[in-house]
């Protein structure tokens, strides 16, 4: 009788010892360490080709501006390159910069994203054709980001990068430029941005390249959506 006595004495030992210890805290770093090597295993299944553009809902302070605007989700976009062994995207941000993958990615709500390809790229996008596309795009890195959408080359916003790197290396217009009077300037959050940016004198007639307007495009397919 007295066995499985000290059986359970036993087990009930152990149990208060391990509840006793302290437990070990995670480093600084480790959860965003780890989401960022799941992240890293996820884009090696995925065929993702340099010159690719990808997309996703920013959580900026004014992507609610730009989708109420656009009426579309998608309010941020940027270019993949390959650089050193890792794929980056080229942005613009404050300022235009290159911003591994991997912490691009988690940027967007949700972590979704949709990755377009220009439909004939096999033909396109030639190596000659994607050295004069990193070319093209280096040439913005360190500029400021454009609050004002204008279309000089001084200050430059997501989208407008995108337009004029492609435009520059393959001659493609890919989405159709519209003047700012076209979108929906209506919403009160639309109009307290523009009286933000512009004050009274809004320059409705400044060509803009919206990401819908790209996401949209017939020169693109999707090949990745997560």
């Given at each position: 009788m007295?066995?499985?006595?000290?059986?359970?004495?036993?087990?009930?030992f152990?149990?208060?010892?391990?509840?006793a210890?302290?437990?070990?805290?995670?480093?600084?770093?480790?959860?965003?360490?780890?989401?960022?090597?799941?992240?890293?295993?996820?884009l090696?299944?995925?065929?993702?080709?340099?010159?690719?553009?990808?997309?996703?809902?920013?959580?900026?302070?004014?992507?609610?501006?730009?989708?109420?605007?656009?009426?579309?989700?998608?309010?941020?976009?940027?270019?993949?390159?390959r650089?050193?062994?890792e794929?980056?995207v080229?942005?613009?941000?404050?300022?235009?910069?290159?911003?591994?993958?991997?912490?691009?990615?988690?940027?967007?709500?949700?972590?979704h994203f949709?990755?377009?390809?220009?439909?004939?790229?096999?033909?396109?996008?030639?190596?000659?054709?994607?050295?004069?596309?990193?070319?093209?795009?280096?040439?913005?890195?360190?500029?400021?980001?454009?609050?004002?959408?204008?279309?000089?080359?001084?200050?430059?916003?997501?989208?407008?990068?995108?337009?004029k790197?492609?435009?520059?290396?393959?001659?493609?217009?890919?989405?159709?430029?519209?003047?700012?009077?076209?979108?929906?300037l209506?919403?009160?959050?639309?109009?307290?941005?523009?009286?933000?940016?512009?004050?009274?004198?809004?320059p409705?007639?400044?060509?803009?390249?919206?990401?819908?307007?790209?996401?949209?495009?017939?020169?693109?397919?999707?090949?990745v959506?997560?």
């Amino acid at each position: 009788m007295r066995r499985p006595l000290s059986i359970i004495l036993a087990v009930l030992f152990i149990v208060l010892a391990v509840w006793a210890c302290p437990r070990r805290k995670k480093r600084p770093g480790y959860f965003k360490r780890a989401r960022r090597a799941e992240l890293t295993t996820m884009l090696i299944t995925l065929k993702l080709h340099e010159g690719d553009l990808i997309f996703h809902t920013s959580q900026s302070a004014q992507s609610r501006a730009i989708q109420l605007a656009t009426h579309s989700p998608y309010s941020h976009c940027g270019l993949l390159l390959r650089q050193g062994g890792e794929w980056q995207v080229l942005e613009a941000v404050q300022p235009v910069r290159l911003t591994p993958l991997e912490e691009w990615i988690p940027r967007g709500q949700g972590g979704h994203f949709v990755v377009k390809r220009l439909r004939d790229a096999d033909q396109v996008l030639t190596p000659a054709t994607l050295r004069h596309l990193l070319r093209a795009g280096q040439q913005y890195r360190g500029k400021d980001y454009d609050l004002y959408f204008g279309w000089s080359d001084e200050r430059i916003y997501c989208s407008e990068l995108l337009w004029k790197v492609y435009h520059e290396a393959t001659g493609r217009q890919i989405g159709r430029l519209q003047k700012l009077r076209e979108f929906d300037l209506s919403h009160p959050a639309v109009q307290a941005k523009l009286r933000e940016r512009y004050g009274d004198k809004l320059p409705l007639d400044e060509p803009v390249i919206s990401p819908v307007r790209m996401f949209d495009s017939p020169e693109l397919v999707t090949v990745v959506e997560k």
